[in-house]
Structure formats: structure tokens, C-alpha cells
């Protein structure tokens, strides 16, 4: 198991376990490039692509060009920045990989689902099975003990049940939807992908790591930064996405249904910021090179 160095009150080195071959995480660095690549193949055959294909008459805000958009402008930087600074040492970087790699999971999903069947098909399972495995492998790396000493100021009760009540939101919202859609065959073709991605994938995550993080147990540290990134993510992904659709011949969007997503995501992004300064001072690092 890898995890970053610590200095002990005296300044001397604290052991620390390191991969087998002195090489850590080379493999998700290069299955991350995939997925990155993945996202750039995948966005710009939909924007290149005309004003109603690859989409057809999908009326789903997240299968759509602006969808498209929004993963090329927003998903691949914030997927690319924490790759970069976990491989300068950066223990923030190495936590918040993992969920951005997990919201390129959960984008994905929608694709494979509400896209019309094509030679995309195969990019968007890529994706979504890459990321999976990835996030996987990522986490099974981090000493979980580690982070939650590291972060053990933070008041954890109260960010997990931050969590836990965006996720029941979540829930609320995504059961009020279903259920206006039911009998109504364009309303369950355009509720369904999404839908589908949320009930299965997304929220119950939130859901669990929010409860792991309440009861101060390790893995919930470790998973934290990266669910609040998701969370602020899908918010901002949704009203960028739903604004170039709206401009376009896209799926169009209330206004108040983007405005709830972005005040999830600001409360999100803001939960981050706060969890993450509540580090101690001495910020770990670790040399995956060693």
C-alpha cells in the first residue's frame, strides 16, 4: 500500500510503505490518459458532428452537445489538474483524482444508456469502464489511517451529514421526476438515462461516504474531497451543458431547474474548499518515483 511521507515533531522521517516495484500508480496515470483522451475523442465527434447528430431527438440534457461541451471544458482539466499534482506529491491531488475520475464514470453512464447506438457506443463503454477500474485501483493505494490523522481537525460529523442531506435531496428531487414521468413515453425517454446513472450510481455514493466520513471512519476521509468535487462538478457540468443546449437546438432547460443545480454545486465546491484547509499545517508528500 502506498502512502505519502510524514515528519515526525523532531523533523525525522516516519517509515513509510512503498510499491513493490518503486513505481507507484503507473498504471492509473496511464489509464487516465486514456480517459482523457476518451473524453476529447468522445466531445468532439458529438460537437463536430451537426446541429441534430450524433443525438438524434434526445431531449436529455446531459446526451447532448452541449453535454459535450461542458465534459471537453470542464471534466477533462479537472480530471487532468489532480494527475498533475498527485505526480508532484500533492496528497490533494492524489485524494481528488479518484473523483474525478469517478464523475467521468458516472457522465458516461447517461451516454451508454440515452445515445443513439453507434461506433461511439464503444468510446462512451471505455470510459466508463477505465474510470471505474481506475478510481478502484486509486484508492485501494491510499493508506486510508493516514489521511484521517492528517485531517483529523475537520469536523467530520457535520460534512458527512453535508453529504448524507445532498444525496437525500438528491433522491427527493430524482423521485418527484420519475414520478411525472411515468405513462409519458418522451418524459421516460428523456427522464431514464439520467435517471438511471443517479439512482444506481451517483447518489448512493454520496449517500455512503457521507455516512463513512459521519462515523469518522478512514475510508470516509479518503473519499470526501472527491465526493464533494462530483457533487460541485455535476452542478457545474449541468448548467454549462443545459446553457449551450438552450442556446441551441439542444434539450431546453428551465431556469430554476439549473439554478438548484448551481446552488448544490456552489455548496459543494465550498464544502471542498473548507475540508481541505482543515489539513494540519506539515502537508504530506510522497515521491512516487522513490
Known amino acids: 500500500m502506498w502512502v505519502p511521507s510524514e515528519t515526525n515533531q523532531e523533523g525525522g522521517q516516519l517509515m513509510t510503505q512503498r510499491p513493490p516495484n518503486g513505481r507507484a500508480l503507473t498504471a492509473a496515470y496511464a489509464a487516465s490518459l486514456l480517459v482523457g483522451i476518451g473524453i476529447v475523442a468522445a466531445s468532439a465527434s458529438g460537437l463536430a458532428s451537426g446541429v441534430d447528430a450524433p443525438y438524434g431527438d434526445s431531449s436529455l440534457v446531459l446526451v447532448s452537445r452541449g453535454a459535450d461541451a461542458a465534459n471537453l471544458v470542464f471534466v477533462l482539466p479537472i480530471l487532468l489538474g489532480p494527475m498533475w499534482l498527485a505526480q508532484r506529491g500533492s496528497l490533494t491531488g492524489l485524494l481528488l483524482w479518484p473523483g474525478a475520475l469517478f464523475y467521468t464514470l458516472y457522465a458516461y453512464v447517461p451516454y451508454l444508456i440515452g445515445a443513439p447506438f453507434s461506433g461511439l457506443f464503444f468510446v462512451h463503454v471505455a470510459l466508463v469502464t477505465i474510470s471505474a477500474f481506475t478510481v478502484i485501483g486509486l ?79 478512514p475510508l470516509g476521509y479518503v473519499a470526501a474531497p472527491g465526493l464533494f468535487l462530483v457533487s460541485g462538478l455535476g452542478g457545474v457540468v449541468f448548467v454549462a451543458a443545459a446553457a449551450v443546449d438552450n442556446l441551441g437546438s439542444g434539450p431546453q432547460t428551465e431556469a430554476a431547474v439549473t439554478a438548484v443545480h448551481l446552488v448544490i454545486s456552489l455548496v459543494s465546491l465550498a464544502l471542498l474548499a473548507f475540508f481541505l484547509a482543515r489539513a494540519r499545517p506539515s502537508a504530506p508528500r510522497f515521491d512516487d518515483r522513490r
Open 139 to 217: 484508492v485501494a493505494t491510499i493508506d486510508a489511517e493516514t489521511v484521517r490523522r492528517r485531517w483529523a481537525a475537520a469536523p467530520a460529523r457535520a460534512m458527512g451529514a453535508a453529504l448524507v442531506v445532498i444525496a437525500i435531496a438528491a433522491y427527493v428531487g430524482l423521485t418527484i421526476t420519475a414520478i411525472g414521468a411515468f405513462g409519458d413515453p418522451a418524459g421516460e425517454a428523456a427522464t431514464r438515462p439520467l435517471a438511471v446513472a443517479d439512482w444506481a450510481l451517483g447518489t448512493p455514493v454520496l449517500l455512503v461516504g457521507g455516512a463513512l466520513l459521519w462515523r469518522r471512519l
